[in-house]
Nanobody, 127 residues
Framework: QVQVTESGGGLVQPGGSLRLSCSAS????????VSWFRQAPGKEREGVSC????????YYGDSVKGRFAVSRDSAKNTVYLQMDNLKPEDTAVYYC????????????????????WGQGTQVTVSS
């Protein structure tokens, strides 16, 4: 059975930084597009970022552009989400998801298209 696991969440002050990790077991994550989603209580899931499986093209939601960066370390079967200049509006449970074939810039944020999901990690931005 395949498994995806997120880690790295926590409590941080506004303007601070966190790095989330998404690790896979049972399959090669580099063969999949990997996206980060987040969901706050009472809200719909929101696409945060995506890194493609074909050529590591990256995509970002409008609210995080310029602040977040997604990257791969294929040797560790891991994808990272570096989050800088965090804002209270970033508070949510963050999920990692993987899918084949790789989505495009117009489809990566459609959460119902993804095959594998992690359990989520809580990010809280507060003074």
């Amino acid at each position: 059975q395949v498994q995806v696991t997120e880690s790295g969440g926590g409590l941080v002050q506004p303007g601070g930084s966190l790095r989330l990790s998404c690790s896979a077991s049972g399959f090669i994550l580099a063969l999949y597009a990997v996206s980060w989603f987040r969901q706050a209580p009472g809200k719909e899931r929101e696409g945060v970022s995506c890194i493609s499986s074909l050529d590591d093209i990256t995509y970002y939601g409008d609210s995080v552009k310029g602040r977040f960066a997604v990257s791969r370390d294929s040797a560790k079967n891991t994808v990272y989400l570096q989050m800088d200049n965090l804002k209270p509006e970033d508070t949510a449970v963050y999920y990692c998801a993987a899918v084949v074939p790789s989505p495009t810039g117009s489809t990566w944020f459609r959460s119902n298209e993804y095959d594998y999901w992690g359990q989520g990690t809580q990010v809280t931005v507060s003074s």
